[in-house]
């Protein structure tokens, strides 16, 4: 399945922890079994940098960080294996340039090249897709 839709890890982290649960994100998850998704290369290490300080604050137990990434394992989550020193000054441009972490921008870039919609709860990144005329996702 060809991914139709860019997601950043505000939306992905919302599906682990209740208190962040919300109907958009949740739109999003029921939508990926008929839209696919794509992830840029950074996405594996922001998933498991939230785990682990989560981990240390006592928030998640090692077992449901373990219990997570074997429930996102099983979606339909393509990371993106392009070559993050190409794309390096380009996100720093667009980080720059939309006032973003070269986090966030690495999200937006993805969406605009692409071609796909994104789907985050980040203000700043729905303000920069915006700005830029990026579609943000719209339960499908």
Same mark, same amino acid.
């Given at each position: ?17 209740? #208190? ?34 989560? /981990? ?7 077992? #449901? ?8 394992? /099983? ?46 709860? #980040? ?18």
């Amino acid at each position: 399945m060809e991914p139709k839709v860019v997601i950043d890890n505000s939306i992905v982290m919302s599906w682990c922890f209740e #208190d962040e649960a919300n109907q958009y994100a949740d739109q999003v998850l029921a939508s990926l079994e008929y839209i696919g998704s794509l992830v840029p290369f950074i996405w594996s290490l922001e998933v498991g940098n939230v785990l682990s300080v989560a /981990e240390r604050k006592g928030r998640l137990k090692r077992a #449901d960080s373990f219990r997570f990434l074997n429930l996102l394992s /099983e979606l339909p989550i393509t990371i993106e294996q392009e070559n993050p020193e190409r794309l390096m000054r380009e996100i720093y441009i667009l980080a720059t340039e939309a006032q973003l972490s070269t986090y966030d921008a690495s999200y937006l870039h993805l969406a605009m090249r692409k071609g796909l919609a994104l789907a985050t709860l #980040d203000k700043a990144l729905i303000k920069a897709a915006s700005n830029m005329s990026i579609p943000l996702f719209e339960k499908i």
